[in-house]
């Protein structure tokens, strides 16, 4: 099989050749080694055309060897383990692995696409913007949208298991090349917790391929030298396959750890695919290297083009010829490095093309041994189909000629790698002789170090990072005493020349290949005034998508520059922001999926309701028995049974996610005074009071029925959704503003578990349960509260009322709930006693007409809308009054509470329909019920100066038509409260 | 995402805290002798600074105990950490900002 491996160089790399690994690529099976990437291993077979480019569909192929790749993007494995737009260069290959080109139909080869190349004269930059004007963008949106993108998203839950991270160190190094490894090792060895974080699957960088000496050994047995002298240090961690993707405020930094993208692994107990970390760290070690950069000229897209380092890689780490014959195309010397391996590796170099003029000693190298050097010279163009066949060389002299290769590499120079600086904060200065922005002074705890400091010395970066190390170590209180890494001076080089593109080809040069961004669309930019960098990425969409421009943006603001007649400094780069590599959504959730994305909280007597067949919703976190349907009964019929059941014997609710708040102090009272838009400083101890909170702008926030205990000891009662929200209220109120009141608020709403027991037969059934407390009427009347046992369980019962039937609501231990709701159902089996839902419970106060704050009430509503007028007479502050002055929250045409009474009874009114007014709406419907009990619909509205408009007739528009209604009084059930009071 | 220093407990991430906004405002009463535009001005004016920020936070998923912080809006530099009630600290201007 391995004969298959055309382009395998029979010795070196660091892959494992007893280790043979089967894949598919576009159908196809190949064979590889372990330690390959897709991408090595592709090439290692002859696969050169791995992509079809974006907007022309042209035919693409490796041009990196990692996190800058920007043409290699597959689509990975199948069915619901399917991923789009992986970099080929980051996917260690795994046996069985299943990969396809992305953007292209019905295959790489033959793409139906590609026709946009050959109209591609007319697809510049903003080409969709202007064509598509008339009559409406949106006609073509949808078909554009289609054509638009690059692989498809799988249509399946993602079945892999993600985890979620957080960690504290000393110091955080990121980026395992030559200078994070030194940093790391310095750091390390004075005991504080380090952590070196690598987005390879090895550490090492350019020390796996640019072989240098370093400590007397080969610098790729130095980096496991190494690997292995961090591991034995307690507090030292190594995480590779790591990428630091965010850099946020005192030094938090996100990193995303890839454990595997093999599905057969990630099947197995306790795999999973990614990890996010949270990072905090006393000290950042920034060594996160540089990018090398292309250069644009005519037909530079073609496969077979790729980056220098990338050639280098490909040969050194994963022993592959990049092609047969290869040219180097540079404007600096750290290339040659290329040309001289290439040599080495056994391929022929035809030709070294070198923008600068002038000698060098590389140059003469590299002569002696045959190989001929182009000075002052550029590449203009290429040829051949999907595979590069030639390049054209400009002579200084200004002569074209062509020279026969499969394979060039290119340099630009490098940029750092600022992305995570820039994420910092940190400022950005442009260096013109080193040709690249570099970091400017830090904005938060870290240090820069080695070829993020824009230059490309392996001594430096190893007295740079040991540096940085033992400094930073020094910052978070250890002291290091580790010795420096020992290197040969690297050689004097050539200073770079800038060179950013090349005319006169007739191809297209390009500049952002992912995005099919060319030198022409940047001149068209410009021509159109789009000159800001931002608005330059945004019309030709340069530096978009997977790769964010790590080979594009600094190529084409220099481009603009040269435009503008400004300096490159002076154009600036566009923003660098989080994530600095694609991160899978699935990181981010974690485990944090179904009902662990959104815990739901169960009541006390969750198992009760369950022996009752409860049909459970959620209701504010909660899930609540909606109703208890018996054989037969419709949600509809089951819902009209419990209502009736309340008002014709009794039934028990439970209303436990109501919240319970403790209120105790001197000033208690006098605290509730101005939290209440109503007085409960007055109320006598034992008894109740039901209130209304405002918001300081006058609107109604939550409602409900305040117990005094004792003269300095409230219970007040909340809403179930307002339990958590109402005590944070009212501590921020006691802790900010009036710090002068001794009061202490203990919110204790799942202490106590509710049922509520309500009906005609209430009192009956209390009785029978047995209280240790009289509960006859005088005792016991409505609005009052006891303290005491019922069924022998220690209990705070308030005799309260959201039926309009005797009601008591029973407060338990928690822990309890089931023991009373037993003792309940035993007392009232003589009664016929049944659980009631919530939507019977919301029957029963619509029909009583009760307010539902958040349902009846929204943003707006105040309490005057409601009929509250009687608060503005109130002689002390609340929170809110001063607002309820305003003019406008008493004006008469403010949306007001009013009951509606259908024309038509026999069907409820739709919740949510329009009140039909002269020119609009004039108000809605808010609540609506059918009522079992007057055997016709009830409904509550909110109607513009409705408080006037008792007994109009109003229009109410609905899906079936117009229906006719008559503005009531809210309460349609026992307006004089009889049975209430009973 | 910031480290905050609780009062309380010491440097705790962000995640544990709410923050509340712009803090030393004076709620103006009796309402009854508040202008419509003191009251408005108490309701929605809030300061913008390019620079130090005294805004009020709570620990919410810790002590619960509300305080104040300096914060620089420019940098994100916490300034000063102190209890409600407090005057605001004369603190001198962050790098990179304005005074």
Sequence with gaps: MTANQEFRLPGGGSVNRSRPLTFTFEGRNYTGFEGDTLASALMANGVRLVGRSFKYHRPRGIIGAGVEESNALVQLGTGEHSIPNVRATEIPLFDGLVASAVNCWPNVKFDIGAVNNLASRFLSAGFYYKTFMWPDWHLFEGFIRKAAGLGKMPNLPDPDRYETRFAHCDVLVIGGGAAGIAAALAAGQSGARVMLVEQDSELGGALNYDIVSIDGKRSDAWVSGSKEALKALPEAQILTSTAAVGYFDHNSIALVERRTWNPTELSKPGAFACRLWQVRAKKVILATGALERPIAFGGNDRPGVMLASAARAYIGRYAVAPGRVGALFTNNDEAYRTALMLTSAGVEVAAVVDSRVGRNPLAERLEASGVAVHSGAVVCDTRGGASLKGIQVREASGATRWIACDLLAVSGGYNPTVHLFCQSGGKVAYDDAAACFRPGPANQSLVCAGALNGYSDVTKALAEGHDAGIRSALDAGYVSKAAAPATLPSLAQRPIEALWSVSGGKNKAFVDFQNDVSVGDIELAQRESFISVEHLKRYTTLGMAADQGKTSNVNALAIMSSLTGKTIEETGTTRYRFPFTPVPLGAFRGAARGERFRPLRRMPAHDRHVAFNAEFEEFGGWLRPAYYPRPGETPHMAEQREALQVRNSAGVFEGSPLGKIEVKGPDAGKFLDLIYANTMSTLKVGRCRYGLMLGENGVIIDDGVTARLADDHFLVGTTGGGADRIAAWLEEWLQCEWLHLNVIVAPVTTSWGVLTLSGPAAREVLRAAGTSFSIEPDDFPHMTFKSGQVAGIDARVYRVSFTGDVSYEINVPAGRTGELWDALFEAGAPFGIAPVGIDAWMVLRTEKGFLHVGVDTDGTTNPLDVGWGHVMRKNCDFVGKRSLMRPNDAAPDRLQLVGLRAADEKSALPIGAHIAGGTGSIGFVTSSSFSPTLGRGVALGMLVGGSKRLGEQVTIQTDGGARLATVVESAAFDPAGDRLNA | ?99
């Excluded at chain 2, 705790?12 to 002798?33: L, V």
């Excluded at chain 2, 809030?46 to 620089?72: D, I, K, T, Y």
Aim: glycine share 12%.
């Design chain 2, 1 to 99: 995402m910031l480290l905050i220093n609780c009062p309380w407990c010491g440097p705790r991430d962000e995640h544990e805290f709410r923050c509340g906004g712009q803090s030393h405002i004076q709620r103006p009463e009796p309402a009854e002798q508040i202008s419509d535009e003191t009251w408005g001005d108490y309701l929605y004016g809030r300061e913008n600074p390019r620079g130090a920020h005294a805004e009020r936070w709570v620990h919410q998923f810790g002590c619960g105990r509300w305080f104040n912080m300096l914060r620089s809006t420019v940098t994100h530099e916490i300034l000063a950490v102190y209890e409600m009630g407090q005057p605001k600290p004369g603190v001198g201007i962050a790098k990179g900002e304005k005074a």
